[in-house]
């Protein structure tokens, strides 16, 4: 089957636009994750949907920064009037459920993101 | 709150050398620890998982022993080879929610 696709694949865009990242995780994932790789920081954990709810978005950088999913399953990441510090990798990835026990986090090849 | 801790990069070995790359980390209760590696051009894969103390994750020849005593997993592998070349990352997952902290990355080179 098919594994988490992200698009675009590529995004540049000037300081001050919205934009808006998408996610499609693997059928039947119930949890979904938004992580953000930033070049010399590793990546950062954004937010966390399990279905349609958002329980954890302690990980948002600030209120620029919003998602969404829907039908519990493909979620946008928007990020409105854009900075150059947005500029990064923005990955996403899919796991069968959350909870007590681990299961395992399929990743996204990355949307990576340029602000001029 | 919980995070990781691991050896900074770049690193660079011959081929058939040893490779140990460090992780520590904090956390309340008992994550999951877990090693990613990202090869050129390519997006993050699983290369290895631990999820209790003492137990061991092996992959394509990598190790790692999940330390509760110290805190570590550090990664393992006897002979490197060129194409072990990538950005290794540790990471741990919180119980609460399933999401995971990552360290910074090592990138590894492997030189013929």
């Known amino acids: 089957g098919a594994g988490v696709s992200q698009s675009p694949s590529n995004k540049v865009t000037e300081k001050g636009k919205d934009v808006e990242l998408r996610c499609d995780p693997i059928?039947?994932?119930?949890?979904l994750y938004w992580y953000r790789q930033s070049l010399g920081q590793g990546l950062e954990f954004l937010i966390y949907?399990?279905?349609?709810?958002?329980?954890?978005k302690s990980g948002l950088p600030s209120d620029r920064f919003s998602a969404e999913r829907t039908g519990g399953s493909v979620s946008t990441l928007t990020i409105q009037r854009t900075q150059q510090e947005d500029s990064a990798v923005y990955l996403c990835?899919?796991?069968?459920?959350?909870?007590?026990?681990?299961?395992?986090?399929?990743f996204g090849p990355g949307t990576r993101l340029t602000v001029l | 709150g919980d995070s990781v801790t691991q050896m900074e990069g770049p690193v660079t070995l011959s081929e058939e050398a040893f490779l140990t790359i460090n992780c520590t980390y904090t956390?309340?209760?008992?994550?999951?620890l877990f090693w990613y590696v990202q090869y050129p051009g390519e997006g993050l894969q699983l290369l290895l998982k631990?999820?209790?103390?003492?137990d061991k994750g092996s992959n394509k020849g990598f190790e790692a022993t999940y330390r509760k005593e110290t805190t570590s997993f550090h990664l393992e592998k006897g002979s490197v080879q060129v194409s072990d070349s990538a950005v290794y990352f540790c990471?741990?997952?919180?119980?609460?929610?399933?999401?995971?902290?990552f360290g910074a990355g090592t990138r590894l080179t492997v030189k013929p």
């Open positions: 990835a899919s796991s069968s459920s959350s909870g007590s026990t681990y299961n395992e986090q399929f």
């Open positions: 059928s039947g994932h119930t949890a």
């Open positions: 949907f399990q279905g349609n709810s958002a329980p954890d």
């Open positions: 956390a309340t209760g008992y994550p999951s």
């Open positions: 631990a999820t209790k103390a003492d």
């Open positions: 990471a741990l997952t919180r119980l609460a929610n399933n999401d995971m902290r």
